[in-house]
């Protein structure tokens, strides 16, 4: 009985439930109920038509930089290790520097920079770097280059050093051999130190022998030389020749195409005599042989001869080589510096200006350095 009963109160929901979604099927009498206080209320009008809804397209960008957001730190991060990589991969590297000297080429031989020998090819091709020694054997010579200074032909048998290469200042030691120089440093920057002398460069080529007892000979091509040793000074000018001796310094210049009997006594004179009878014999000779072109050779007498025998000098050189009229007998007599330089400009070798200007600079650098 109770299955039955069960059975139909399900039917009777069902035929219910129809009404309520599709009308069909036995009323219920509350749904009726509603429907007729509701109905007053139904709508009789037609149905309104509503336009069609576009879909407005909103600002995209911010949304895409925060989808980009990821992707710009991590390509930022790899940007900055990498550069970090390579600054402590380069922190690690030597700085390359460039080592001041002169750079050596081999041009026969095999001449040796300290205790490496020059070999030939991309080897033939060095450096000379300060407190180096460069020497070529009877077989081998070199060449030296400085752009900001000039070059240097180095014959067999020689030996130098660089000692210094600065700025204002560049100097080598000759301690024998010969050297061919070509400098278009500014005058008075190149220097080079021999056992007896150091020369001094302003603006010229000339060339540089000496030999093993340390006795030098200086012969100039183009502009002029300097020697100097201890206060002893000489001049040497285009087509002139000077020698040094050690302990005595540089002798007298002269040209060398005067006589050979006037060049033999100006050697003795300069590096023999012994008494005062030579010496004036020998002066004798050097006065009486000379020429127009010797004035250069006077000149520098005029501080060599002793004092009685300077007049004598005096008035060969006026004759030969007028001196401007500020130039007085008394003054070159006295040895009067400014009267003395201003006779030399008027030879027209060159303007003794610019060696006063290099001796006030390099004061210092006076003496020479001797072969170690």
């Known amino acids: 009985?109770?299955?039955?009963n069960n059975r139909t109160e399900n039917e009777l929901l069902a035929r219910s439930d129809d009404y309520l979604w599709d009308g069909s099927g036995e009323p219920d009498r509350e749904i009726q109920s509603l429907e007729a206080l509701l109905g007053k209320f139904r709508h009789d009008r037609p149905t309104p038509v509503f336009p069609e809804i576009v879909?407005?397209?909103?600002?995209?960008l911010f949304p895409q930089r925060v989808r980009l957001f990821p992707v710009l730190v991590t390509t930022a991060a790899v940007v900055v290790a990498v550069a970090v990589v390579t600054f402590l991969v380069q922190g690690r590297k030597p700085i390359p520097t460039i080592v001041a000297g002169w750079n050596v080429s081999r041009v026969a031989g095999s001449p040796r920079i300290g205790p490496k020998t020059m070999g030939g090819g991309k080897e033939g091709v060095s450096r000379l770097g300060v407190g180096q020694m460069l020497e070529t054997d009877s077989q081998s010579r070199a060449s030296l280059q400085a752009d900001d200074t000039g070059q240097i032909e180095v014959d067999p048998s020689t030996r130098l050093r660089l000692l210094t290469m600065g700025a204002g200042l560049k100097r080598i030691a000759l301690d024998r051999g010969t050297i061919h120089t070509y400098i278009w440093a500014p005058a008075g920057q190149f220097v080079v130190d021999t056992p007896s002398a150091m020369t001094v460069d302003l603006g010229c080529a000339y060339t540089l022998q000496v030999d093993d007892s340390g006795v030098g000979l200086v012969?100039?091509?183009l502009g002029w030389v300097g020697f100097k040793l201890n206060g002893h000074e000489s001049f040497i000018p285009a087509g002139a020749a000077c020698a040094t001796r050690p302990r005595v310094g540089p002798g007298t210049p002269y040209f060398e195409d005067a006589s050979s009997v006037f060049r033999a006594a100006l050697t003795r004179f300069d590096f023999e005599d012994n008494t005062a009878q030579q010496r004036a014999g020998d002066l004798a000779t050097v006065l009486g042989e000379s020429r127009q072109q010797d004035a250069l050779t006077l000149w520098h007498l005029l501080a060599r001869v002793d004092e009685g025998q300077r007049g004598l000098v005096y008035d060969r050189l006026r004759r030969l080589a007028p001196?401007?009229?500020?130039?007085t007998k008394e003054g070159i007599l006295r040895l009067d510096e400014t009267m003395l330089d201003l006779w030399w400009n008027a030879l027209g070798f060159d303007d003794i200006s610019v060696w006063r200007h290099w001796e006030r600079s390099w004061s210092g650098a006076a003496t020479p350095v001797r072969e170690k």
């Open 1 to 4: 009985m109770a299955t039955g």
């Open 55 to 60: 879909p407005v397209r909103r600002w995209t």
């Open 219 to 221: 012969r100039t091509s």
């Open 323 to 327: 001196p401007p009229a500020s130039v």
